[in-house]
């Protein structure tokens, strides 16, 4: 069974920063197009940023500016989202998602582009 589990959720104080993991199980993720997405409380889940198997990443334009940096460590077998300068507006629950190449050609930040979803991990950003 094809699973993906995030980690690295927690309760931060404004201006903190987290690295969230997505691993997989099941299946070789360093050959999967990841994204990573973020559910704010009441909100429809938005792609924040994901990276392609060739390593070739994409961020929304609201989650860039540098406080997002996707990374992959084929060894580790783990994609990772760095989240600096926390503000109370990341808040929520952060999904990893992954699709294999024959499904797309490049990693997307649509929820439509991904055949395969962890279940999140909750980020709290509150002083």
């Known amino acids: 069974q094809l699973q993906l589990v995030e980690s690295g959720g927690a309760l931060v104080q404004p201006g903190g920063s987290l690295r969230l993991s997505c691993a997989a199980s099941?299946?070789?993720?360093?050959?999967?197009?990841v994204g990573w997405f973020h559910q704010a409380p009441g909100k429809e889940r938005e792609g924040v940023a994901c990276i392609s198997s060739n390593g070739a990443s994409l961020y929304h334009i609201n989650y860039g500016k540098g406080r997002f940096t996707i990374s992959r460590d084929d060894a580790e077998k783990t994609v990772y989202l760095q989240v600096n300068t926390l503000n109370p507006g990341d808040t929520g629950v952060y999904y990893c998602?992954?699709?294999?190449?024959?499904?797309?050609?490049?990693?997307?930040?649509?929820?439509?582009?991904?055949?395969?979803w962890g279940q999140g991990t909750q980020v709290t950003v509150s002083s």
């Open positions: 998602a992954a699709t294999p190449p024959s499904a797309q050609a490049s990693c997307g930040l649509s929820t439509f582009w991904y055949e395969y």
């Open positions: 099941g299946f070789t993720l360093d050959y999967y197009h």
